[in-house]
């Protein structure tokens, strides 16, 4: 009921109540903490080029200001609205590092770039509430699956995978739990459940393909949200 009544008072009143009471009126000035609905921190690894890199989804309502904090309390990353966007705020935000080839910097050194830990995410919306999230980043990488293209009479298009179960070569040892696969072809894209090797792409999709070398991806997906693709070629007749 104190705490009640000093919230009606002026701030100078507040601040010189709040030396003797405490928590008691700084309760009237409490943020309201938002929630990011994504906050996503994860590696990328192409199989095919070996290169490997960092890439970041987040989502939240009405932000303009954001950054990102390492595990070792590092900021990694400040985006800041200017103009419409501090008025009106932001939403989605979605971006891949540089992914440099292992054969240019070494997997040990770009692994100590992005240390394993809980990642997080800060910010403040267009009303002064703090916005927050956070994301646990993992140095368990699935291996890229090998893959395989059958083209057939009538636009018939099936591409297949082996199931993914460990990492790739040479990065660390470390259990891998396959949530999906994910088959890109052009714009045509679709994710599968784990249990599923092979995706039929449907024939009129096909069709509107220009004649000649077509090319694909097959992502395997981890369950902490780490992915490799593979890429493949098939030839459209």
Known sequence: MIANRMCTLSAGVVATLAMIMGGAARDCWAVPEVPLSISRIYWEYNASANDLGVHVSLDGEDWKRLKIVNPDGRT????????????????????????????????????????????????????????????????????????????????????????????????????????????????????????????????EFVASLASGVQPYEVLAIEANGNQTLTEGTFVKP
């Open 76 to 203: 990694l990353f400040v985006v800041e609205g200017r103009g419409p966007y501090e008025r009106l705020g932001m939403t989605e935000l979605f971006f891949e590092g540089a992914e440099p080839s292992l054969a240019d910097v070494p997997l040990a050194d770009l692994l100590a770039m992005f240390p394993e830990g809980v990642y997080e995410f800060d910010g403040r919306t267009v009303d002064g509430a703090d916005l927050d999230g956070t994301s646990t980043f993992s140095h368990a990488i699935p291996a890229g699956p090998a893959v395989a293209a059958a083209v057939g009479p009538a636009n018939s298009l099936v591409i297949s995978w082996t199931a993914v179960t460990t990492p790739p070569p040479g990065f660390p040892s470390r259990p891998i739990t396959i949530a999906g696969y994910q088959v890109i072809v052009g714009s045509f894209q679709v994710t599968v459940p784990p249990t599923t090797t092979s995706v039929t792409v449907s024939p």
